[in-house]
């Protein structure tokens, strides 16, 4: 009798122990994973997954490995949007994707996806390849101007601390990613010419001005040759500061003859301007001893702007160059001296006020400082 009441209670025993196993394993979520592979068929490694519960908002984040694949228990039953990225970019994505109890697989393949969506436009193969080429070599463009933009960046800060060698170097690395961009050789003509007055050494100066003008002439070509650049409405006010630059360079290399040819250049790419450019003109004839020249170049500074205090001065100087000497009398060639008494007119306390009085006493003739006022020189 003992041994026949234990076995009621052992069976219990057993019904319990199978009813809490079998709650145990009671599956109430499911699985999701998939394969992730690039418009070329690779596994994209190290992307981002993620589910979102259409219906409760909850996320769930994955992974793929070095084989692109990813995988997750414990996902709860119901509708989820699903979107592949990488690095912050959103590569594909895919709506209303049912989750159950069981394994649910949404692999990811951009290939077929582009083919699929090329075929529902109506493209071919070939034009998708050709799409997708096209595609490639844009990408890989922006990414250039983006490193270019970072080296011509970095040159011009270390040029504006005077840092110049840092900045060249800089600029030749940008040439070396890729070097048909104009205002990378501009810049590098820049901080030539701005290196070149630091140099104590006479050879090495004159060599960086001409390197200058030769970077100078590059960006000018490249511009020209630039398709982008022609639909450009400033093109031609850039390309004249180009030229001006270069004359600049040539001017400082002792080349007279190519800086005034590119400052005509400037000119006839830029007219509204041409009176800087012309004050140029008489500047680096004017320092060449070609006096003739210097005139003729301020006379058209006036003709263009007839308020341009410093153009009268300068003309004055160049004919005071052209005077003679009359026993212990200065004769002036005619203009002199209302060149001066022009420059005083419009810049009584300019800079160059107190010259221009001494070049008047010079040959005689009567100080103006206003309109129309006059000062008898005093003997």
């Known amino acids: 009798m003992k041994k026949n009441s234990i076995l009621p209670l052992l069976l219990v025993a057993i019904v319990a122990a199978a009813l809490s196993a079998s709650l145990a394993i009671a599956q109430t979520t ?45 996902v709860v039953p119901g509708k989820y949007n699903v979107t592949l990225s990488k690095d912050g970019k959103e ?62 960046n970095a040159a011009r800060a270390a040029s504006t601390a005077g840092d ?51 970077d100078y002439q590059k960006a000018i070509d490249l511009r020209n040759a630039s398709d982008t650049a022609k639909k450009d409405p400033d093109n031609n006010i850039k390309l004249a500061a180009y030229y001006n630059n270069l004359a600049d360079a040539y001017q400082k290399a002792r080349k007279t003859d190519d800086a005034v040819a590119a400052y005509n250049k400037a000119i006839e790419l830029d007219p509204a301007h041409a009176g800087g450019y012309y004050f140029n003109i008489g500047a680096v004839l004017t320092n060449a001893g070609n006096v003739d020249g210097a005139i003729a170049a301020f006379d058209k500074v006036i003709a263009a702007d007839p308020t341009k205090a410093e153009a009268y001065y300068q003309k004055g100087v160049n004919l005071i160059g052209k005077a003679t000497l009359k026993g212990d009398k200065m004769i002036a060639p005619e203009g002199t001296a209302e060149a001066f008494q022009k420059y005083l007119e419009l810049a009584p306390d300019g800079r160059f006020a107190q010259p221009a009085k001494d070049m008047l006493a010079s040959i005689g003739a009567p100080v103006e400082t206003g309109f129309g006022k006059k000062k008898p020189v005093k003997k």
């Not at 069981?102 to 582009?114: A, G, H, I, S, W």
């Not at 030749?172 to 290196?195: C, F, K, M, P, V």
């Open 30 to 74: 499911g699985t999701v994973k998939g394969v992730c592979k690039d418009s070329d068929g690779k596994p994209i490694v190290g992307a981002e997954v993620m589910w979102v519960s259409t219906e409760s908002g909850h996320k769930y984040t994955l992974k793929t490995n070095n084989k692109g694949e990813y995988f997750s228990l414990g």
């Open 164 to 214: 110049y060698d840092t900045a060249i170097s800089t600029l030749n690395e940008a040439n070396q990613i890729d070097a048909t961009h104009n205002e990378i050789w501009a810049s590098l003509g820049d901080t030539y010419r701005l290196s070149a007055a630091k140099q104590t050494d006479t050879a090495e100066k004159q060599k960086r001005y001409e390197t200058a003008a030769a």
């Open 91 to 152: 590569l594909f994505h895919l709506n209303g994707i049912n989750v159950g109890l069981d394994e649910t697989e949404v692999p990811f393949d951009l290939k077929k996806e582009q083919q699929a969506a090329a075929a529902g436009q109506g493209i071919t193969p070939e034009q998708l390849k050709a799409m997708q080429e096209a595609k490639a070599k844009e990408d890989s463009e922006k990414k250039t101007v983006g490193s270019l933009n970072d080296k011509l």
